[in-house]
């Protein structure tokens, strides 16, 4: 378990790389034992954004399969993972899940934190899978061995766009389950059923559940549009809580006669499409009625890009536009399920990357002296990040200039565009029937709720 103690600062620097990753909710207890449960749709990444959101040394149950991988087997078994059989994998290797069992058992009595995914798979569904019992039948035969329970705490995995490279990640830790009354019936059936149900229900209060994907850009873009021109609360949280409430209302309108919500959701997604088209959003328009605002807004961001940031900035795009190139062309050639691009992209930029920099360390070590190439191969990695926040900035400042540039030479448009979208955040409001700021659409801790089959909307 060498890795284990240094796991979780890694995982927030690979996942704060990868993502623009943001982190809310309640705190996860740091010390003493803890169960953290969290939905699956990411592969490998999850582990990682589970241990970055808890800030401390997580163990994992990892399929058993993963132990037997080239370079992966070393790193899992170094992070202090527990290996499980899967059914599908091998049934009769399935009564070796005892001594996994016997293990989180000793992990959770020794005060330790226990990762683990209680979907028991990785997925491009929509909405969470159907959970398994294995996580109910840990937690109560850990707390029949030490006699009480124990926090058990939901984290939801949130994405924009899981597979792209600098989308919106956040990780949104839920309050802990209340279990205490289960306690005394140890890890009986009844009791292992009740408690799955209850972890199911935490889980969908801190996840996002679509009947299909192609209600995703609808609810989004109209939580946007929302919010930018009628919220109060522009958090992650708040947005995610947002996005449920609106699921809930879609799928209550798609069930009744109430046709209304086929205009709007047109509204929506044809102003949306527009809005990135010019490469603005939707919070841009709100405030754009004020030049002067749209002036300072654009000059704050330019003097982030002096002409010494933007020269490096340019550097490390030359630098190591060779590994960035050969990450995706990898990723294209392998062609992985959408659940596992992102980390073949991660696992593909560390291999690239790495291999790089130490192949140029070597050559000016060759051409300079060994002890050039040790200090090229020792400020190539603070370049790298630094082309990263170069990159980000540059697209705020970019979007930053289109807004003030439409401002000043087209104000009539954006003036359109402002009345268009305050009259689409009141249709939405209208359609929702709920009144400026009440707190179901503002509350940070939704309701679930399934939906009926979706229908798709097309902005054309």
Known sequence: MWLLPAFSPISRLATHTYYRLAIEGYDVPRQGPVLLVANHPNSLLDPALVA????????????????????????????????VHRRQDDPALMEKNVEAFAAVDDALAEGCAVGIFPEGKSHDEPSMAPLRTGAARIALTAAARTGDSFPIVPMGLVFRKKEVFRSEAMVYVGR???????????????????????????????????TAWEDAPLVEAADEIYAAELGNDHSAAARVARVRAGLERLAELRGSSDERWRSVAHD???????????????????????????????????PRLSFLAAAGGALGVF????PYRLTGLAERVLKPVPNVRSTT??????LFFTAWIVLLGLGVGALAGRNAGIAV??????????????????????????????????PDRLAALRTRQREIAESITALVDTPRGDSSLDRVDPRGGAAPQAETVSPE
């Open 52 to 83: 970055a959101a808890a800030g401390r040394p997580v163990r994992f149950l990892a399929k058993a399969a993963l132990f037997e991988m080239p370079v992966l087997g070393w790193l899992v078994r170094g992070a202090g993972s527990i290996p």
């Open 176 to 210: 802990p389950i209340d279990w205490d009354d289960l306690v005394p019936a140890g890890p009986a059936a009844p009791a292992v059923r009740e408690l799955t149900e209850r972890i199911d229900r935490a889980l969908r209060r801190v996840t996002i559940n679509l």
């Open 268 to 302: 929506v997604l044809r102003h949306q499409k527009l809005l990135h088209r010019i490469g603005i959003t939707p919070r841009d328009v709100a405030r754009s009625g004020d030049l002067r605002r749209v002036a300072r807004g654009a000059a704050r961001h330019f």
């Open 319 to 322: 630098l190591f536009w060779p």
């Open 345 to 350: 992209k991660v696992l593909g930029g560390i």
């Open 377 to 410: 191969a020792a400020v190539l990695p603070p370049i790298a990040f630094a082309t990263l926040a170069f990159r980000d900035r540059w697209m705020r400042a970019r979007r930053k200039a289109r807004l003030f540039l439409l401002a000043r030479f087209r």
